[in-house]
């Protein structure tokens, strides 16, 4: 058949590349189906100042590790874009773009059938490589917002420039919510922050960036079963730091002394009054915490090893909340665009094969589904805290690798036992 391959890997981002160069170096046959194009995630779903939380030197997809001058620097959006794209010249996948898989079905039979936009395929295994940042997430609480209010998810905004010319009200701290919130405030903008629970980060502690600190520590090397929380570290938010300028923490108490105005989570919208949650210093207080026990384990490491480093005096808080501002005005505020930092919901109902739990993750140990020849690569903590980044891919698109070609070789036998018992037979 013209459209049956050994494998179908959908998704075309750098999980999807890393598991075609993986195969190729094996010399299977597949076929790669990207939605929309290589890179397309990080060129139209990023703002324009976007730019990597961790150093260039993690940087490690397979057969393609970061080779620029600047290793210990953070690339910005452009610059990401770039390197996929010149990792997937440099091997050429077997890559169809702007393919849309609708439909994963299996027949029982060790093969599986995909319908897409260009017609229907089969394979006999399949790689699933299509992330799990799927649907932007917005509260259903947005709808009690005027139409005269710009809404907008994470994945919308671009830049101030683009914005009203009001004030901005952002919910949420992760990631994306403090550094929108920071790009934002360095323009200019005055700017509303609904502060939640999400820790922070240190971005330079004792003469180092934390993440060398911690790639020496192995901590990149612990594996979710070797992980205090195991599977629920996967649902947990990710430390806020940014690699802006060269990488800096973010310290929210710093915004609020420049002006930025922060709040606890929202709470409720009652005709134009915001009402927050009284949790603003608790949140912030967590974070400093997470922040701070970073350090410690930092401190033990450097301890135990006799490292010579320097060292840094206690955290102290810059800035506290003298009383919580629980009710806010958005019409005296002259607040014009809302920005919603808060998250994504994965979809994977277009696969319609049995292998997900009761909130739609998939079943799997290190990505190896239990119906045989189903995998999944590029979820976060699918393996370890790199799973879902450039730095871990390579470690879990090898071990699939591994996992496929050993099972193509299981029914390649099966196939030669059936013939062989005939032959005898005969």
């Given at each position: 058949m ?5 494998v179908?890997?959908v ?18 046959d597949?076929?790669?189906f990207?939605?929309?194009?290589i890179g397309y ?8 100042t976007?730019c ?7 940087c490690?997809?397979p ?5 620029g001058n600047d290793p210990?620097?953070f ?13 997937a010249?440099?091997?050429e996948p ?6 849309e ?9 060790d093969c599986f ?5 260009i017609?229907d395929?089969?394979a006999d ?12 997430r917005?509260p259903l609480?947005a ?11 994470s994945?919308?905004y671009r830049?101030p420039q683009?914005?009203?010319d ?13 550094q929108i919130?920071e790009?934002?405030h ?5 700017v ?9 980060s240190p971005?330079k502690?004792r003469g180092k960036d934390?993440v060398?600190w911690?790639?020496?520590?192995g901590?990149?090397?612990l ?12 649902n947990k ?6 690699g ?7 310290d929210?108490?710093?915004f609020a002394?420049?002006?930025?105005q922060?709040?606890g989570?929202?709470k409720?919208?009652n005709d134009n009054?915001l ?14 915490s997470?922040a701070e ?14 490292i010579q480093a320097?060292?840094?005096?206690p955290?102290q ?10 009710i ?10 809302v920005?919603w930092?808060t ?12 292998v ?8 799997h140990?290190?990505g ?7 995998y999944?690569?590029g ?10 980044r450039f730095?871990?891919?390579a470690?879990?698109?090898l071990y699939?690798a591994?996992c ?6 299981v029914?390649y ?6 013939v ?5 037979g005969?």
């Amino acid at each position: 058949m013209n459209n049956h391959y050994s494998v179908a890997i959908v998704g075309g981002g750098q999980a999807g590349l890393s598991m075609s160069y993986c195969l190729k170096q094996k010399s299977l046959d597949h076929i790669v189906f990207e939605k929309n194009q290589i890179g397309y995630s990080w060129r139209a779903k990023r703002w324009d100042t976007f730019c990597l939380v961790t150093p260039n030197w993690q940087c490690q997809l397979p057969g393609y590790s970061y080779t620029g001058n600047d290793p210990n620097g953070f690339m910005q959006k452009d610059e990401i874009v770039q390197y996929i794209e010149a990792y997937a010249q440099s091997f050429e996948p077997p890559i169809k773009e702007g393919v849309e898989v609708l439909s994963v079905r299996s027949d029982n039979q060790d093969c599986f059938e995909l319908t897409t936009s260009i017609g229907d395929y089969t394979a006999d295994q399949v790689v699933i490589a299509a992330g799990s940042y799927h649907q932007p997430r917005i509260p259903l609480i947005a709808a009690r917002f005027p139409k005269s209010i710009v809404q907008l998810h994470s994945s919308e905004y671009r830049n101030p420039q683009s914005l009203p010319d009001k004030s901005v009200l952002v919910v949420g701290t992760g990631q994306s919510g403090c550094q929108i919130a920071e790009d934002l405030h360095l323009s200019g903008k005055k700017v509303h922050l609904c502060v939640g629970g999400a820790p922070r980060s240190p971005r330079k502690y004792r003469g180092k960036d934390v993440v060398e600190w911690l790639a020496q520590m192995g901590y990149y090397d612990l594996s979710i079963d070797e992980h205090p929380q195991k599977e629920k570290v996967r649902n947990k938010a990710n430390h806020y730091v940014t690699g802006r300028d060269g990488g800096r923490e973010i310290d929210l108490r710093s915004f609020a002394l420049e002006g930025m105005q922060l709040h606890g989570r929202l709470k409720n919208i009652n005709d134009n009054q915001l009402e927050f949650w009284n949790d603003l210093k608790e949140n912030l207080d967590y974070a400093d915490s997470v922040a701070e026990n970073i350090k410690k384990t930092i401190d033990g490491f450097i301890e135990k090893n006799r490292i010579q480093a320097p060292v840094e005096p206690p955290y102290q808080p810059v800035w506290q909340p003298e009383t919580e501002n629980l009710i806010l005005d958005y019409i005296e505020a002259n607040i014009g665009t809302v920005i919603w930092c808060t998250g994504y919901q994965s979809d994977f109902s277009w696969i319609e094969i049995p292998v997900f739990d009761g909130k739609g993750y998939p079943g799997h140990k290190r990505g190896v589904t239990n119906v045989s020849g189903l995998y999944f690569l590029g979820l976060p903590w699918l393996y370890t805290w790199g799973s879902g980044r450039f730095s871990g891919i390579a470690r879990d698109a090898l071990y699939l690798a591994d996992c496929i070609i050993s099972r193509k070789k299981v029914s390649y036998q099966s196939d030669w036992s059936i013939v062989n018992e005939f032959l005898l037979g005969s």
